[in-house]
């Protein structure tokens, strides 16, 4: 086949000009060929499809084997290999159509029938076959990221936190100063510790007694020596605040020989009796003591509250208009039978040292009066 007979064909993939009859463009296209210097036109399809078997060309068969050459990159398809170009060697315009045979897949090469070889034209030399194995591996090229034409939007910084509201601790609340005892009371005239060493220097033993008496003898009084009075006079009453019940009376029901009250019988440190008593008291203090007399054994501050029942209406009248003496509270409380002048005896011996041990003991002095 004729070597010529291909050229318009690689003319055409290579978009230069050429014209067949024209011996100087046929020199021009090959030397194109094998520099790799035509023009840069746009990239044909052929070199985007698989490695394509060259078709063989029959030669002259007196021609020298053809050395293999080393196949030229064209610099628009692989920068890398540009100088492979500049040491491919133009043999008397006879070399290998290996590169740039390769016909396009859009395009491919019609057969043309073999023919000998003229004088007038070179023949082609045979190419063998080209094998993927003698292509170049394809470099990698990387390309810079490409960003995105869309603005974005940088992420809001979270709002800071609010801080939180400062709650003021309410100042410390001032410790509360006790509250005084109203004028007059027990508790504004005597502390707990004195009252109990009083107590226990008259021969007492009674460590609760101070607060079950403020707890319920809560009416005012004159002073010490009225105190004094008060305790003598209960504490002979009650055997030294040993008994709430009248000893010959305790348990009865009843009007008997021994006990003439009946089921009203002395009860508490003063020894509240008679039905009529229980009644008046009872109004006085709240409470039902007809229907339960004995609630003022059981409960102190009852107890006490009788004792004051008794004492601030009948024994504060008497020592108020004759005097705040051992003899007047006696007859105040037990006139008819200790009191001569009431036709009673003389004062039991044991009030008069309970009253006289506790006014030496509260107020520094003693009464000498033993008498009523």
């Known amino acids: 086949m004729r070597f010529t007979a291909i050229l318009p064909f690689l003319a055409a993939a290579m978009a230069v000009p050429f014209d067949a009859s024209n011996s100087d463009d046929a020199i021009k296209l090959l030397q194109n060929i094998l520099s790799g210097i035509g023009p840069k036109a746009a990239t044909p399809e052929f070199m985007n499809a698989a490695v394509v078997q060259l078709p063989q060309f029959v030669g002259d068969t007196n021609a020298p084997a053809p050395v293999p050459q080393k196949e030229v990159i064209p610099e628009f398809v692989a920068p890398v290999a540009a100088s492979s170009s500049a040491e491919a060697p133009v043999s008397d315009s006879k070399t290998s159509a290996a590169a740039a045979a390769t016909s396009s897949a859009a395009a491919p090469s019609p057969v043309v029938p073999a023919t000998s070889a003229s004088a007038e034209s070179p023949v082609v030399p045979v190419a063998p076959p080209v094998t993927s194995a003698e292509l170049p591996s394809p470099t990698s090229v990387v390309l810079p990221p490409i960003e995105s034409a869309v603005p974005t939007t940088e ?18 609340a001032e410790p509360k100063a006790p509250t005084k005892p109203a004028d007059g009371t027990i508790a504004s005239l005597i502390d707990e510790a004195k009252f109990n060493n009083a107590l226990e220097r008259c021969g007492i033993n009674k460590p609760d007694l101070y607060n079950a008496l403020i707890g319920g003898f809560t009416a005012p009084i004159s002073g010490l020596n009225e105190l004094a009075l008060l305790l003598g006079n209960t504490a002979h009453e009650s055997g030294a605040y040993r008994y ?15 006990c003439p009250y009946g089921w009203y ?29 004995d609630i003022v054994i059981h409960d102190d501050a009852v107890n006490w509250a009788t004792v004051m029942w008794y004492w601030t209406s009948t024994v504060q009248p008497m020592l108020q208009r004759e005097g705040y003496t051992l003899g007047v509270s006696t007859k105040s409380i037990n006139g008819y039978l200790e009191c001569t002048s009431m036709g009673g005896s003389q004062i039991a011996s044991g009030r008069i040292s309970h009253i006289q041990c506790f006014q030496m003991e509260l107020v520094g002095y003693s009464n000498d009066q033993s008498w009523c």
């Not at 992420?155 to 410390?172: F, N």
């Not at 008593?277 to 006085?284: L, T, V």
């Open 265 to 293: 019988h002395g009860r508490g440190y003063i020894q509240i009796s008679w039905e009529d008593n229980y009644r008046k008291c009872g109004d006085a203090i709240g409470r039902d003591l007809v229907s339960n007399p």
């Open 155 to 172: 992420a809001a910084a979270p709002p800071a936190p609010s801080p939180s509201p400062v709650v003021e601790s309410p100042p410390p």
């Open 244 to 258: 709430k019940e009248e000893i010959m009376c305790e348990g009865v029901t009843g009007v008997t020989g021994k």
